[in-house]
């Protein structure tokens, strides 16, 4: 089998696997919005929610929800999706990402292979990213929530803001506060 049709494969695991929790995250997404699952750190109140954050770490696919006042405090416990939805995912791809390693040894051309690698990379993330903008838009249409939502990678300071679908840079200097610019 060559590289790519294994690649291609582990892409189609991740798409199953993402398809079967769908209806899982979209519940936990609805009690997120509606309020139900967000837990304010002292001094803080729901009322002073401006801005909803999604982070995932996008080696893993594990995303940390929490809520921002308007100077761009954290005034929520962080919460964790993901955490073991997806180990199903890891364990089937795993297998498949090691028979793709050692083809690496064989293949000739590294050139051709670093582009087929990216090309998988970026594949792989839009799979995920379109997923959960999908389920958030669910969420979001049963709540009807209106907050600003914002969707990253934990490692990169620009993401997307959901209702919107505004690029946006966000300074992550502080690790308590979050400031957004459209």
Sequence with gaps: MEPIQELKQSNAIL????????????AELVNVLSGKAVVMLPNFSKEDIAVHNFEYRHEWFTMVFFASNSAGFTMTEKNDFLRSELNNY???SEVLMDTVSDLE???????????????????????????????????????????PT?????????GIELMSSDSVEINKNQI???RYTH
């Design 150 to 158: 914002y969707f990253s990678i934990e490692e990169m300071d620009s």
């Design 105 to 147: 040894d064989d293949f000739e051309d590294e050139e051709k292979w670093e582009e087929m690698m990216e090309e998988y990379e970026q594949e792989k993330y839009e799979i995920f990213d379109d997923w959960f903008t999908s389920c958030w838009e669910e969420a979001q249409k049963i709540t009807g929530n209106t907050i």
């Design 176 to 178: 308590n506060i979050r």
């Design 90 to 92: 890891f364990s089937k």
């Design 15 to 26: 798409q199953s696997a993402l398809n079967d929790i769908r209806e899982k995250i979209i």
